[in-house]
């Protein structure tokens, strides 16, 4: 919304919330999210034609062209619980704009819903309304990245809206097509009917999930026999027909979008009957939980197969670097992993604050990998688990290194790991989750080092070290 602010200063923009303090912090100099340029998009824009308000109803009802946003959770109980998104926020927000509309307007579907979403809108919206309102469903899926969003809003790949074949529908697609023309190339912007549009965003976050899982399942192979997975994923990339996208093996993927996203996406072809298709996209979720298994395994195996007592520095929490977003983010995982076998934990991340650590540790959610280890009680993380102020802080006196956000502030050329490895448990480990390490310049500096789909260390596999 900020950026069509910047971009369409004839057009007035006012974001809505339910939630005081978020309002007020979107208000304020510091804003409730971390993400590089908003916060000089945001301020060029507020109170000019950007505003921010708890008013929802009065501004819905003044509104030409509704954006819908809210939070499209996994079920946790009830049909469909650990699979199924639960559409309670968008069934609740096509009721608060039933309540105060009149006239027409255009309803724009921007969170991830599954097939048919606006179908139940439009029986919601027609069932409530006032008989003098008559309305558009629209879908209008993000494709951002958090981190590069401020850049992928200001030069999309593309710009789907999805919507009824009808004269109305057409008009209505025009009209939100017209709003990002005035900065996105009119080629850029495509049209779909409705339901292909909704799957798209689906689509699309399997398909990139997907590669993901692929490499770390290559990754595992490559540490078995002495391949290694960065010279594998150049060299394919360098396929015209693959691509070198999305290929880089890490811990594993995590962000609000993937994991739910498919999730829903399975639940969806089991609905339909579709259960081959189901289980070959319930697959790349089992091979991120894996490969989060797999890291926090080899953690204790090369550790003498303990870590009981050992203070293990966690390096990174956010799911990836230039975000404060740790939803699913795989240090959750390899946490609770090395907790259960008694580790001490040291965090250090520059945009995670300690108590969203201690939250996101203690949070209760369904569990759908039957594989996980029985989750740690509240005391032993609270006892187990501090925060540190900087990454040296955090390894001094850590047996191990868990690197698992590739903040550019933990490459070599940032950081001198010769005094790390100084102020270190000796020996000194270094488990290289995002593989943004040169490998053997940390071996020469004295780590016993892993790095996902690397060549194991000696220290591992010669048994006369």
Same mark, same amino acid.
């Given at each position: 919304?900020?950026?069509?602010?910047?971009?369409?200063?004839?057009?007035?923009?006012?974001?809505?919330?339910?939630?005081? /303090?978020?309002?007020? /912090?979107?208000?304020?100099?510091?804003?409730?999210?971390?993400? *590089?340029?908003?916060?000089?998009?945001?301020?060029?824009?507020?109170?000019?034609?950007?505003?921010?308000?708890?008013?929802?109803?009065?501004?819905?009802?003044?509104?030409?062209?509704?954006?819908?946003?809210?939070?499209? @959770?996994?079920?946790?109980?009830?049909?469909?619980?650990?699979?199924?998104?639960?559409?309670?926020?968008?069934?609740?927000?096509?009721?608060?704009?039933?309540?105060?509309?009149?006239?027409?307007?255009?309803?724009?579907?921007?969170?991830?819903?599954?097939?048919?979403?606006?179908?139940?809108?439009?029986?919601?919206?027609?069932?409530?309304?006032?008989?003098?309102?008559?309305?558009?469903?629209?879908?209008? *899926?993000?494709?951002?990245?958090?981190?590069?969003?401020?850049?992928?809003?200001?030069?999309?790949?593309?710009?789907?809206?999805?919507?009824?074949?009808?004269?109305?529908?057409?008009?209505?697609?025009?009209?939100?097509?017209?709003?990002?023309?005035?900065?996105? *190339?009119?080629?850029?912007?495509?049209?779909?009917?409705?339901?292909?549009?909704?799957?798209?965003?689906? /689509?699309?976050?399997?398909?990139?999930?997907?590669?993901?899982?692929?490499?770390?399942?290559?990754?595992?192979?490559?540490?078995?026999?002495?391949?290694?997975?960065?010279?594998?994923?150049?060299?394919?990339?360098?396929?015209?027909?693959?691509?070198?996208?999305?290929?880089?093996?890490?811990?594993?993927?995590?962000?609000?979008?993937?994991?739910?996203?498919?999730?829903?996406?399975?639940?969806?072809?089991?609905?339909?009957?579709?259960?081959?298709?189901?289980?070959?996209?319930?697959?790349?979720?089992?091979?991120?939980?894996?490969?989060?298994?797999?890291?926090?395994?080899?953690?204790?195996?090369?550790?003498?197969?303990?870590?009981?007592?050992?203070?293990?520095?966690?390096?990174?929490?956010?799911?990836?670097?230039?975000?404060?977003?740790?939803?699913?983010? @795989?240090?959750?995982?390899?946490?609770?992993?090395?907790?259960?076998?008694?580790?001490?934990?040291?965090?250090? %991340?520059?945009?995670?604050?300690?108590?969203?650590?201690?939250?996101?540790?203690?949070?209760?959610?369904?569990?759908?990998? @039957?594989? /996980?280890? @029985?989750?740690?009680?509240?005391?032993?993380?609270?006892?187990?688990?501090?925060?540190?102020?900087?990454?040296?802080?955090?390894?001094?006196?850590?047996?191990?290194?868990?690197?698992?956000?590739?903040?550019?502030?933990?490459?070599?050329?940032?950081? %001198?790991?010769?005094?790390?490895?100084?102020?270190?448990?000796?020996?000194?480990?270094?488990? %290289?989750?995002?593989?943004?390490?040169?490998?053997?310049?940390?071996?020469?500096?004295?780590?016993?080092?892993?790095?996902?789909?690397?060549?194991?260390?000696?220290?591992?596999?010669?048994?006369?070290?």
């Amino acid at each position: 919304m900020a950026m069509i602010a910047l971009k369409c200063p004839m057009i007035e923009v006012v974001v809505v919330d339910i939630s005081e /303090a978020r309002i007020a /912090a979107w208000n304020s100099d510091e804003l409730p999210i971390y993400e *590089p340029g908003l916060d000089e998009v945001v301020k060029a824009c507020r109170g000019r034609n950007l505003f921010f308000s708890t008013d929802t109803l009065k501004h819905i009802a003044e509104g030409d062209i509704i954006f819908v946003s809210v939070n499209t @959770p996994t079920k946790t109980k009830g049909l469909g619980a650990g699979m199924a998104a639960d559409l309670a926020y968008w069934e609740s927000a096509a009721r608060n704009i039933a309540s105060v509309s009149k006239g027409y307007k255009i309803i724009v579907e921007k969170s991830t819903v599954p097939v048919k979403t606006a179908e139940a809108v439009e029986k919601v919206l027609k069932t409530c309304a006032d008989t003098n309102f008559t309305f558009d469903v629209l879908s209008n *899926p993000e494709f951002l990245a958090e981190g590069t969003a401020i850049e992928d809003l200001l030069c999309p790949d593309r710009v789907l809206i999805g919507g009824r074949p009808t004269h109305s529908g057409n008009n209505a697609v025009a009209t939100l097509a017209n709003v990002y023309q005035q900065w996105v *190339p009119k080629e850029n912007v495509c049209t779909a009917n409705l339901w292909s549009a909704e799957l798209t965003k689906l /689509a699309a976050n399997a398909m990139l999930a997907q590669r993901i899982s692929s490499v770390n399942a290559l990754s595992a192979l490559c540490e078995t026999t002495g391949a290694d997975i960065s010279q594998v994923a150049r060299s394919i990339g360098m396929d015209t027909r693959i691509g070198k996208k999305f290929l880089n093996a890490s811990v594993g993927f995590g962000g609000s979008c993937f994991q739910k996203d498919i999730l829903n996406l399975v639940y969806i072809c089991d609905s339909q009957g579709l259960k081959e298709v189901a289980e070959y996209w319930r697959q790349v979720v089992v091979m991120n939980n894996y490969q989060k298994r797999r890291f926090v395994n080899r953690m204790i195996s090369t550790m003498f197969n303990t870590v009981s007592g050992k203070k293990i520095a966690i390096c990174g929490f956010a799911f990836k670097k230039d975000t404060g977003d740790t939803r699913e983010t @795989p240090a959750i995982d390899v946490c609770l992993g090395l907790l259960n076998d008694g580790a001490k934990l040291s965090v250090y %991340d520059p945009q995670v604050k300690p108590d969203v650590v201690q939250q996101e540790l203690n949070y209760e959610q369904y569990c759908i990998d @039957p594989a /996980a280890s @029985p989750k740690p009680s509240k005391e032993i993380i609270a006892q187990n688990v501090t925060c540190a102020n900087s990454f040296l802080e955090a390894c001094t006196g850590a047996h191990a290194i868990a690197i698992l956000t590739e903040w550019d502030e933990f490459k070599a050329d940032e950081i %001198d790991y010769e005094a790390v490895y100084q102020v270190m448990m000796k020996p000194a480990f270094l488990f %290289d989750g995002r593989n943004i390490l040169d490998q053997e310049k940390m071996r020469s500096i004295g780590f016993v080092t892993f790095g996902i789909g690397k060549p194991l260390d000696k220290f591992v596999t010669d048994s006369q070290y």
